[in-house]
């Protein structure tokens, strides 16, 4: 089932900068409360029994929530399973204080650590290591290191850990004979949103609060060489800002990222140096609230998720140019948040609110035309928000 879920809200309206988890913020009071009368129809998971991960899982796939726990999940049929051992809270039970939220979460592209960041209210945040094991259960480690204002972070192949301030600047970390070293830290301009690096992990692409993926080739001594700053296009009347998220494809080829009210870009990424170049972008409506974006592997389509309208607005990349498949939105359970694609492009999984828990909903993605279908199958999740899904291989 599909229908159109554009509004017809007022087009002058402007839409205040929220973070991250401002959504959660702003409105968790009335999300929880509608999600106590939403039932989910196509869900056939939720359940609490163990699942044993099935012999042929080739990759997995992290989920996590802004209340401090990620879950893992494999998918050897396309349909996600949970991992056994791989539900892990991150921060204390309510009430313990101080309250702390996750705000940021990255996944090692090998598959054998991850890294979460955690806030209080005021102060420092911790960041945190864990290790993946062998068949996917995941073990909070002592290692952890104190960051100032810790907002996005990402994790190179080589285990380079970058964290963004949110507002100039990008600290670095390595873990070395299991200890957590502090690296430089990176002036890097006005407000970096996002982070994502590079498969080699040689190029960095920073999204800035300014309308710009910066671009930086990393040294060996992680300090960061600017390249180019790759300029977000703006239509007639349209304010720059709101960015929120950016990601790579698989192939490294294509970039895209989304803003908080409605847009959505995509550019060509050169295959020497990283540079950006053809961006173009198309709104997606004037009411959507876009935040998490994701590419198919080849970057033959674009998918995101309208967190105020319950929907994925989906659109081919073809001819440098974007535009809406047919029937696109698509709809989707309310509250959509994180999504990922598996690594042959067949399957797109969505995070999305539910009561008691949340669910990851599984969509087939037709690898000639891009266009998404509900299977029906969902996998209940403890991750309350499910805000970012990471695939990474399994070992």
Known sequence: MKRNLRSAANPGKTRQRRSHYGFAGLRLTVLVTAAAAFSLAACNGGGSTVIPVPAGAKEWFFVESFTGRVSGFSAAS??????????????????????????????????????VTASP???????????IASGGAISVTPLSAAVANAFRMAISSQG???????????????????VLLAGPTAQTGVGPQDLAFRADGKVLYALNAGSAISVFSVAPDLSLQ?????????????????????????????????TLDG?????????TDGTISGVTEAQ??????????VLDPTGQNVYTDDQDNSGIYEFSTAGGTLTALPGSPIL????????????????LYLGALGFPSSQIVTFSRDLSSGNLSATGDSVGTTALFPSRIVRVPAH
């Open 78 to 115: 396309g349909q996600l399973e949970p991992i056994p051992g791989s539900s892990v809270s991150f921060v204390p039970p309510s009430p313990s204080s101080p309250l702390l939220l996750l705000t940021s979460f990255a996944v090692a592209p090998t598959g054998m650590f991850l890294a």
């Open 121 to 131: 209210a005021q102060g420092a945040a911790t960041l945190q290591i864990a290790n």
């Open 160 to 178: 380079v850990i970058a964290v963004s301030d949110g507002v100039s600047a990008i600290q670095f970390f390595t873990v070395q004979n299991n």
């Open 226 to 258: 600017l390249i180019q700053n790759a300029w977000l296009p703006l239509a007639a009347g349209q304010l720059g800002g709101n960015v929120v998220r950016i990601r790579l494809n698989a192939a490294g080829n294509k970039i895209a990222a989304t």
């Open 263 to 271: 847009w959505l870009y995509v550019g060509d990424v050169n295959a």
């Open 284 to 293: 997606a409506a004037q009411s959507a609230n876009l935040e998490e974006v």
């Open 332 to 347: 989707t359970p309310l509250g959509p948040m994180g999504m990922e694609t598996d690594s042959s492009g067949r399957h």
